[in-house]
Nanobody
Framework: VQLVESGGGLVQAGGSLRLSCAGSGFYPNDYVIGWLRQAPGKEREAVSCITNSDGTTWYSDSVKGRFTISSDNAKNTVYLQMNSLKPEDTAVYYC????????????????????WGQGTQVTVSS
């Protein structure tokens, strides 16, 4: 399993970014893909996930209504559209994967995931 994130960058508060997570080495319908983030000095927290087999999504309260997760199974790619960004969204964003058959859904903790990308930095200026 390999995951590669892209799309991070610097944006002003109120702006938007779209992150991509390109996967390889696994069949997408067998996995749950999540986005987690880690700000300096803070624990890594889950913000969203999607069950590829049926499209079920989950969002943390901190991003609900602002972020949208989606997937293109033909490309084995998951996206995180981030709108109305706030300075507190600044963090390294990671995509992660876990087998649908080895986890409860939705996986809400970093310990629930088995495979990780390298992370992409998102910085929101005020």
């Amino acid at each position: 399993v390999q995951l590669v994130e892209s799309g991070g960058g610097l944006v002003q508060a109120g702006g938007s970014l779209r992150l991509s997570c390109a996967g390889s080495g696994f069949y997408p319908n067998d996995y749950v893909i999540g986005w987690l983030r880690q700000a300096p000095g803070k624990e890594r927290e889950a913000v969203s996930c999607i069950t590829n087999s049926d499209g079920t999504t989950w969002y943390s309260d901190s991003v609900k209504g602002r972020f949208t997760i989606s997937s293109d199974n033909a490309k084995n790619t998951v996206y995180l559209q981030m709108n109305s960004l706030k300075p507190e969204d600044t963090a390294v964003y990671y995509c992660a994967a876990v087998s649908l058959y080895l986890t409860t859904v939705p996986p809400r903790s970093k310990s629930d995931y088995d495979w990780w990308g390298q992370g992409t930095q998102v910085t929101v200026s005020s």
